[in-house]
């Protein structure tokens, strides 16, 4: 079965440029999480999503932050414009709102900004 | 206020020893879930084992196991007859089931280091 994938795999850019992160969940999975690593931070929710609709965004950091999912397979996040403190790990996730079960993460997106 | 504690940073371990890495949890909800995640160098994020708070035995997984102590709220990961490839950071996380329907936030400790000698 098809993971949780997330492109593009490594990301840099200079500070100011529009980074998009794309994400494809596990078809089926009604629920879709970015997640963003840090060392100061560690592992921290953003924002997620529930049949496609934003349900809690009080973890995007502020408005140069924005995620949409235009449809069950596909959601973007983007950040514009980007600053060198955006750099970090950032995690794609999806689970089934059917059982208590673990959400799947993708490989994450490795995004440094000069 | 801090949901999960992981106290040990980082662990050292032998090759086929048994190893405990430690996670303590904070909820007044009576029903939620914990979860084990593995970080390889590689960057990954893999899902492990899970324990739901109404569980009546402990969630086994292979090498993996949970030692759940509800009352205690300590949901440890034991990894037995460990190998060189359990080397990772390992992640503990919680998610609650609050009244609002759908909600699913999981909520991560800091990790364990945990380093597989040969």
Known sequence: ?114 | AQKITQTQPGMFVQEKEAVTLDCTYDTSDPSYGLFWYKQPSSGEMIFLIYQGSYDQQNATEGRYSLNFQKARKSANLVISASQLGDSAMYFCAMREIPEIQGAQKLVFGQGTRLTINP
């Open chain 1, 1 to 114: 079965d098809a993971g949780v994938i997330q492109s593009p795999r490594h990301e840099v850019t200079e500070m100011g440029q529009e980074v998009t992160l794309r994400c494809k969940p596990i078809s089926g999975h009604d629920y879709l999480f970015w997640y963003r690593q840090t060392m100061m931070r560690g592992l921290e929710l953003l924002i997620y999503f529930n049949n496609n609709v934003p349900i809690d965004d009080s973890g995007m950091p502020e408005d140069r932050f924005s995620a949409k999912m235009p449809n069950a397979s596909f959601s973007t996040l983007k950040i514009q414009p980007s600053e060198p403190r955006d750099s970090a790990v950032y995690f794609c996730a999806s689970s089934s709102d059917l059982t208590l079960g673990p959400q799947h993460f993708g490989d994450g997106t490795r995004l440094s900004i000069l």
